[in-house]
């Protein structure tokens, strides 16, 4: 179950740009304690960010990512603290009701361009939701897509940029993770069994982008959404 959903996260994540740690972190906590897929999710998002960022450096954009990744640097501690101090249950709840807000914000952003100036404040404001977003579940994509959207000078430097951040937040997730205890050796199987998957999805989604309609798969990514952040809601 490991492997399949992470297979289905990267293909998600080849053919739209983002979502990986949405789609996993929608389904691994059916499978496992919140805390411990919170954590292994980081390890497969390092892998996949710093994967992409290496075949896109030359169109990463260093001062338009600065002032997000100091500013998640910053937050990202407080959001694994309340990951680690908190009930699991009333996590479980959070994740759930965080999960439907993305995906009807989501839905709402795909029907209408919401318009965000780059800018020092909006930057501190993505970087501080995001850091909070990834500390707590490894989520906190959205905030950041939304500003580099605007911010980036092309789609090139738009990916590069955000794959980059991706990848040196979640490095800094997973030292904290395991500077509080939250790491220990029984994840290197599924850690393992992960990185088969993401390698084999990132290779499977190019082909997939090439074949099915890009805005399809990204609605349906949405609906899903929608109804697993209900299912743990309800859990």
Known sequence: MVFIIC????????VIGFGFAMFVMAFLPLLMPL???????????????????????????FKM?????????IFIPAGVYLLLICRENILTKILGGLIVLLAIFLF???????????????????????????????VGGPPLVLYYLHAAKDNLSYKASL?????????FVFLSHIFYGNVSGNMLELALIGFVATVSGSFL?????????AVILTWSVYVMMLIMGFVLLLK
């Not at 297979?7 to 080849?14: E, T, Y």
């Not at 892998?47 to 990463?60: A, E, T």
């Open 108 to 138: 709402i952003n795909g029907r209408r361009k919401i318009n965000i100036k780059p800018s020092l404040k909006n930057g501190i404001a993505a970087g501080t939701i995001s850091g909070i977003m990834s500390g707590m579940f490894n």
């Open 35 to 61: 805390k411990l897929a919170s954590a292994i999710t980081s390890l497969y998002v390092l892998f996949i960010g710093s994967m992409m960022s290496y075949n896109l450096r030359k169109n990463i954009d």
């Open 205 to 213: 989604g190019l082909k997939v982008f090439r074949k099915l309609d």
């Open 163 to 171: 794959e980059f951040t991706f990848a040196v937040n979640t490095t």
């Open 7 to 14: 297979l289905l996260g990267s293909v998600i994540q080849g």
């Open 65 to 73: 990512v600065i002032v997000p990744i100091i500013t998640s640097f």
